[in-house]
């Protein structure tokens, strides 16, 4: 029997609804106690204090740690089973680094206290930069970025900064793959750049000639995953980073697949003067249900001083803070997210040389392992050898029988698995994209390849309804139509009616 | 560490490939791009080693000084609970909640989070969070420049000086003007005129200075010329202070570390954006919503995404994707803590100590430059440069507050001190001040 990987039970069970903890309230009932004033209470007369006391709810702490363990009940994770998302690194996050990172020395330090204060703090961020400038095959890094997408602004408003620098204002356009995330044109927007999309070729590479004839004096770079969002890796790098950096373009890696290639191959190495890592990706810190992460930039000497700031710098064996000259400025409010750096750490002083050195390889083997496990039932997007991820199509079932990548990946929901990711990238058909990382066992990738198989004989068996599916979930489908045409975000009865685009 | 395979699963896996060793998978990669001799990193260590080594590198960091520090970031009181429940394994190593059929724990904790926060603040619709206090105030003036096309921001003077530099970044320049407004005797201008090109009015509550005031008629001065009303908050002060809501606020922005989140050095922490309905289809970031399953069950579903960037590409209203989720499940868990009581006394008790701190210091002939203005924070005069006050008092195990300029130290108060705490600060703070 199938099971969800090594899981003997199904994660999550269903049951009745559970009520908010708006219904759980009744007056007069309190979890907190705060001490008695203890010092000499004197009356306040002051025009921004109000007299009515917050809305909150009254709930016991016992109601209140049963309704919150509750819901926890109701949430698929990490540690109860396997997440083969595309894309998004689900590996096993080791508590270790949570016993770390919670030491009170770390978790509980002012941002504002003075270096002088927080020697370890800074030291933590810069062991964490030559590791991952090691990695990276980079200079210098930035622990502002509090994730992936501030990274890639980052690094994209360093490429404006230089360029102004360098008195080429006139590069205004940002070359994004077709097949790129989405966050990818997000921010070159918000950067202030024209977006210029470069197609994929038949093999799922950038395509070359493409490039070239969008590649003129207005080029202010380029951004790009490597290995891409297809899996592959993309061999032509050498060639696409001169062609970039012959125009006066920048290179800029988008870290979203770094976990292919650590160890194997570096950023920087390849051509790229900018590299962002999401360290909740590639180095384990837990995604806390859509995070906190963290988006360190990395860069070549020459763009250090274009840096977000103050970074670490070590003055005489004292740590202290730097802001870099031409600094594009902060990014966050403090330090970035520093406990999610911290964790990020632990996980690569845990791996090691000899964890590190092979991280990128065992993540690419269990791919390629389940790659070649799935493409007995579903076809591969490209016929080339994956990388981290790949992608599979479900094109064929849905002209056959109606059956989409969204009924495979809810179907899969019902066996104890995680949906892969679907749909994306966008220039596939019916995309399932498939991210094993490299914490999984043989027989976990094995149950989810045989429960693909045993998924498309069960839906395209005659009579089944494809939207009874999941079946044995705490809910089954959502209606997405009702909340946004009839909008409730809010457990009070105020109803926004008929949004409109 | 932490790859699963022993030498008969490697077997098994290389069969089915057909492969005899690792360096065989990459033989598609161009040679002189592949690693030749591994990383230049050390060996690794066993939790044990990296016990210490890590222990060894926290005692860097000065322990247990007494925190008078704030800023936006206050030591408020963290039960045990809120902090146990927030770091459950299920809501912190899952992904974001986008299969809504196996994501309703996260989902239902998030709209809780967005209901609290809106009753909280008197507002009518939250994101799920951004990543802090000084990125939210950025998104809200992003909001406000789509919503109005007008290109000038208002914005108070009165802000930590980190967050206006977060600001001047994210804020194009060259496309639109800051406008800093003086503070004065540490409030804003109640007499400032606003005009039909300004597209934000963003101010602080309190300012940055501690200091607060009445921001009613200001935002409704403001309003009356089409400009979008944005309002900073602490909001653990929110259980005394009159809510932006009230004051007629359009958005409300806020550092939320106060509220569910150890001081961490400042991250990751969270920031809180709610807003009226009107500007929904503005907000950036997740917004969880309410609905029904095929089986007419409630359940609850991420909404409005045609605003985000998966979808919406270059046009989404904001880049954000990964978010604070887990420190805003922190919040939610910790409001549903304090409840109505706790977080009055949060603040009531803060402001108590404040002014007993004050009457202190000034029976020590300390001058309080924004005494009658402020509540839990205020500006100290000191008599030598702020930056060696702090140094002296954290030699005494006190981290005094923060450098406000060369002479003014900037205090805060929490429920957490004590009164013995106070009479120590007092008592050092007299010493090294007159040297």
Known sequence: ?501 | MFVPHSNLDLNTIFDELDIKSLEQLFTHIPKDLLIENGLDVEDSLSELEATKYFQDIANKNTSNLVCFAGGGHYDVYLPPTVKSLTMRPEFMTSYTPYQAEISQGILQVLFEFQSLVCDLTEMELANASLYDGATSIAEAISVAINKTKRDNVVISHGFNPNSKQVVNTLIDSAKFNLNYVELDNYLFPEDYEFSEDDAAFVVSFPHYEGSAQDLTNLVSKAQSKGVVCICYVDPSMLGVLKTPGAMGFDIVVAEGQSIGTPLSFGGPTVGWFATKKDLARLVPGRIIGETIDNNHKKTYVMTLRAREQDIRREKASSNICTNQTLNAIGSAIHLSWMGPEGIYQVGYQAIQKASYMKTLLKEAGFTINNDESSLREFLVKTSIPASEVISLMGERGILAGIEYDKNQLLVALTEKRTKAEIDEFVFAFKEVNNG
């Open chain 1, 1 to 501: 029997m199938v099971s969800g990987g090594n899981a003997s039970s199904l994660p999550l069970v269903g049951g009745s609804t559970e009520p908010t903890i708006r219904e759980l309230s009744r007056p007069g009932r309190r979890a907190s106690k705060y001490p008695k004033l203890d010092v000499p209470e004197v009356e306040i007369n002051h025009p921004a204090i109000k007299n009515e006391k917050a809305p909150l709810p009254e709930v016991s702490e016992h109601d209140l740690v049963m309704h919150y363990s509750r819901l926890a009940h109701r949430n698929f994770a990490v540690d109860l089973g396997f997440y083969p998302l595309g894309s998004c690194t689900m590996k096993y996050n080791p508590r270790f680094a949570d016993f770390v990172a919670s030491l009170d020395n770390f978790s509980n330090t002012h941002p504002a206290a003075p270096s002088e204060f927080t020697q370890g703090s800074l030291e933590i961020l810069s062991i964490l930069e030559k590791y991952l400038i090691e990695i990276c095959g980079m200079d210098f890094a930035s622990f502002q970025p509090p994730a992936g997408a501030s990274g890639e602004l980052t690094g994209l408003l360093i490429i404006k900064r230089y360029l102004e620098n360098q008195k080429l204002e006139h590069k205004t356009d940002i070359i994004v793959p077709d097949s790129a995330h989405g966050t990818n044109p997000a921010s070159a927007k918000m950067a202030g750049f024209n977006v210029v999309e470069v197609a994929t070729d038949e093999r799922g590479m950038v395509n070359i000639d493409d490039l070239r004839s969008l590649v003129n004096e207005n080029t202010a770079g380029l951004m790009l995953t490597n290995p891409n969002t297809g899996g592959l890796f993309e061999e032509e790098i050498a060639t696409i980073s001169s062609i970039i950096h012959e125009a006066g373009g920048l290179l800029y890696y988008d870290g979203a697949n770094l976990n292919a290639i650590v160890g194997v191959c570096r950023p920087g190495d390849m051509g790229f003067d900018i590299v962002h890592s999401n360290l909740h990706k590639t180095f384990a810190t837990p995604h806390g249900g859509g995070g906190p992460g963290s988006g360190p930039v990395a860069v070549k000497s020459f763009l250090k001083e274009y840096l977000p700031g103050p970074i670490v710098v070590n003055n005489d064996g004292e740590y202290e803070w730097y802001i870099p000259k031409h600094s594009i400025g902060r990014m966050h409010g403090y330090h970035g997210n520093f406990l999610v750096a911290l964790r990020a750490l632990v996980y690569m002083k845990l791996l090691g040389k000899e964890g590190l050195d092979t991280l990128g390889s065992y993540a690419v083997l269990n791919a390629r392992y389940l790659s070649s496990k799935v493409s007995k039932y579903l076809p591969l997007a490209f016929d080339e050898p994956c990388m981290h991820e790949f992608v599979a199509t479900v094109k064929d079932l849905k002209k056959s029988h109606k059956i989409k990548a969204y009924d495979i990946g809810k179907a899969l929901l019902d066996k104890g698995f995680h949906s892969p990711t679907i749909y994306f990238p966008l220039i596939i058909e019916e995309a399932l994209m498939f991210e094993p990382t490299e914490t999984q066992t043989v027989e976990t990738l094995d149950d989810l390849a045989e429960s693909i198989k045993l998924i498309i004989e069960e839906l395209t068996a005659p009579g089944v309804n494809l939207s009874d599916y999941p079946k044995n979930l705490p809910v089954g489908r959502p209606n997405e139509l009702i909340p946004a045409k009839h909008l409730t975000v809010h457990w009070g009865d105020f109803e926004l009616l008929e949004l409109t685009e």
